[in-house]
T-cell receptor, first 119, second 114 residues
Framework: GAVVSQHPSWVICKSGTSVKIECRSL??????MFWYRQFPKQSLMLMAT?????????EQGVEKDKFLINHASLTLSTLTVTSAHPEDSSFYIC???????????????FGNGTRLTVT | AQSVTQLDSHVSVSEGTPVLLRCNYS??????LFWYVQHPNKGLQLLLK??????LVKGINGFEAEFKKSETSFHLTKPSAHMSDAAEYFC????????????FGGGTRVLVKP
């Protein structure tokens, strides 16, 4: 149980275009989802917290107009990288907590990530 | 504030020998601690978690970790490494003061030699 599906697993786009990444909780409801970015051989960096039905909370230094997050339902959050540039190339990973728990001591369930390459 | 330090960026072991991945944490409150494993180009899989119950926690794939409050440590061990254990491992801390956010350690890359 507690499967998080992330799509696409990889995408290549041209500079200046936008890319949408989907994160779905397949067998549970997630009030909150988290988006992370991971550079090669580095740890995960939290970008934003996605809250169902409300605005996302962005971490310091993350451009909210560039990384648009929408959490329209309890099972789907999307991250759109707008006007992508080569420096946006990275591995993006989403995660979610089971809604019924939601507390700090319950683990996150992660998607398999999306590798974005901007040419 | 909470923080996590993984003391080794790389660990190399021979197949069949023990594995030790070291993790120290800092937290203002009673923390919850997790170990995750990440294989190349994949998401993270939960190995085990500590949430103020038994201090010795057993996880999947033969891994276990011991919470030592006096040493602020949560080291991960496995008695006998397998080739499939080659991956990146992350120690993660979470406490209520951080608004349910997780803080990740820098990761330890494990290489298993045949």
């Amino acid at each position: 149980g507690a499967v998080v599906s992330q799509h696409p697993s990889w995408v290549i786009c041209k500079s200046g275009t936008s890319v949408k990444i989907e994160c779905r909780s397949l067998d549970f409801q997630a009030t909150t989802m988290f988006w992370y970015r991971q550079f090669p051989k580095q740890s995960l960096m939290l970008m934003a917290t996605s809250n169902e039905g409300s605005k996302a909370t962005y971490e310091q230094g993350v451009e909210k107009d560039k990384f648009l997050i929408n959490h329209a339902s309890l099972t789907l959050s999307t991250l759109t990288v707008t006007s992508a540039h080569p420096e946006d190339s990275s591995f993006y990973i989403c995660s979610a907590r089971v809604r019924a728990t939601g507390s700090y001591n319950s683990p996150l369930h992660f998607g398999n990530g999306t590798r974005l390459t901007v040419t | 504030a909470q923080s996590v330090t993984q003391l080794d960026s790389h660990v190399s072991v021979s197949e069949g020998t023990p594995v030790l991945l070291r993790c120290n944490y800092s937290s203002s409150y009673s923390p919850s601690l997790f170990w995750y494993v990440q294989h190349p180009n994949k998401g993270l899989q939960l190995l085990l978690k500590y949430t103020s119950a038994a201090t010795l926690v057993k996880g999947i794939n033969g891994f276990e970790a011991e919470f030592k409050k006096s040493e602020t440590s949560f080291h991960l061990t496995k008695p006998s490494a397998h080739m499939s254990d080659a991956a990146e491992y992350f120690c993660v801390v979470s406490d209520g003061a951080a608004g349910n956010k997780l803080t990740f350690g820098g990761g330890t890359r494990v290489l298993v030699k045949p």
